[in-house]
């Protein structure tokens, strides 16, 4: 989990995401940690940069160029912070079998469709966002 937030965290405070802003990246496990911490990240960032460490960076903003997908125990308390922070067109759903069991997956997918606040939103995190996101990507 730590080594995911750290990696997406070096991407947004290193320039990378303006200095490659087509590349389309898929966080998984719903950003890790990264969602939790976000107005903490931003902080430090520009605290460091008055120290003249690196520059101040809207982490929030950052966000919102990555895509995030839903394998591994996030639902319901990590869909509803991701929520909060990327539009629903960004969230994809992953099961992230094989280490997640079939039986398992099956009774994610019925949770999520069980919460009556994401009946629309469902269709895009099932098969629209990702036909959406693959199909921009064919050349």
Request: a negative charge.
């Amino acid at each position: 989990m730590a080594d995911t937030t750290r990696a997406v965290v070096n991407l947004i405070t290193s320039g990378t995401l303006e200095k490659y802003p087509n590349v389309k990246i898929i966080v998984p496990h719903c950003g890790s940690f990264l969602p939790n911490i976000v107005d903490r990240l931003t902080g430090i960032t520009q605290v460091l940069a008055k120290q003249g460490i690196g520059e101040a960076v809207d982490v929030k903003t950052s966000m919102q160029s990555f895509y995030f997908d839903l394998a591994g125990d996030i639902y319901p308390a990590g869909l509803q912070i991701l929520r909060t922070l990327v539009d629903d067109d960004h969230i994809l759903f992953g099961g992230d079998f094989p280490y997640t069991s079939v039986l398992q997956i099956e009774q994610k997918i019925h949770a999520l469709e069980e919460d009556l606040s994401l009946q629309e939103a469902l269709p895009k995190y099932m098969y629209q966002n990702a036909e959406c996101l693959f199909q921009s990507n064919k050349r």
